[in-house]
């Protein structure tokens, strides 16, 4: 009876624990569900559209079908006739560049080129990078600096990505000699410091980037640049972080069109997130942590439509989100920043124009390639906090 007893004892203890452990793993299988099933959706829909797959390292093209806004799908960027080129060495020469330098494959090599990078560098230019038409760069599973010496410039070029690097202490160049586009050299005289300057330079998508700490801009889109998308990058530490138009004569910028979401400004930025002269530009679904002086600016008569950003107010006066200002001639040209569905916060404001009401909104009237489905700005913070150049392990997802 006894010996019984016992054995009775041990079988339920075992059963117990049996139960408990099922009852366990089930509620972790449930926790590990939940989980990632919020993950995927927390996604915006351009990193759900690649980030998923594990096996994204095989799959690299697949980013070119992932973008949205203005620049439409990179197709172009990829298929028959394809060059895949790894960058082996951080070294540079602005005329004579090396065969595995950033710059032979982005300057040199002409043709649908898709540039990734052996292991983690930092790479000083020697001068501005000149990237050429139809070349991919894609910094995913290094860590990739671009930094201290002169960075990138998109002179009279289409069909360009620029994905997952890092971008910071950019130098103003002196004039020189630099290899262009097709491997022509030319002689170059601008060179302001900024982080990615796009000079007549159309179907651009810059995706992923960390940007920060320029003497000039982070991203100047200047002389009749248009139909780009800048997504998902974090600009952190900056005064003057993107220029949409540079100057106030620029009158073929009238047709610029730029799709500026899914990134996340600040902490530390002063102005400028845009600031937008002559064209269009659609700035949506971005998280505004705090700014200096203001967040979006204008003058010559853009037209910005704000839809669905979280701003941030900083804790000090400036609360306005928007600067604008007059300097035309006849001073009465209207300012047309309309803001559909933002969030404010900590006293952040926006000024409606004056009889907003009365004129139509500036939608931005996407194909169906272009096109994406505008999130609540609720949603913000996750949809922006893998912002900026992503770590991606070897073995897993980004
Ligand atoms: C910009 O994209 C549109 C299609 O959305 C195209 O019609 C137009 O020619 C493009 N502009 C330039 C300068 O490439």
Redo the contacts with the bound molecule.
Sequence with gaps: MAFFSINNAACRRIALLLIVTLFLSSIHATMAGSKSRKAAVRMNVIDRCWRRDANWRSNRQKLATCSVG?A?KMRNNIGRGIIHYQVTDPSDDPVNPRPGTLRYGASKLRGKVWITFKNDMEIKLQKSLMVSSFTAIDGRGASIHIAGGGCFVLYKV?NVIIHGLKFHDCQAQSPGLIMGPDSKILPVNWGDGDAIRLVTA??VWIDHNTLYNCPDGLIDVTR?S??VTISNNWFRNQNKVMLLSHDDGSVRDK?M?VTVTFNHFGPDCTQRMPRVRHGYAHVVNNLYLEWGKYAIGGSMNPSVLSESNLFIAPNSENKKVTWRQDINVQGRIPWRVYSVNDVFENGAFIKKPAHAHLHPKPWPR??H??FFRVVSARFLRDFTKDAGALRCSPMSRC
């Design positions: 203005f439409g289409t159309s179907k009749g248009t139909n047709s069109r996407y194909n390639e272009q």
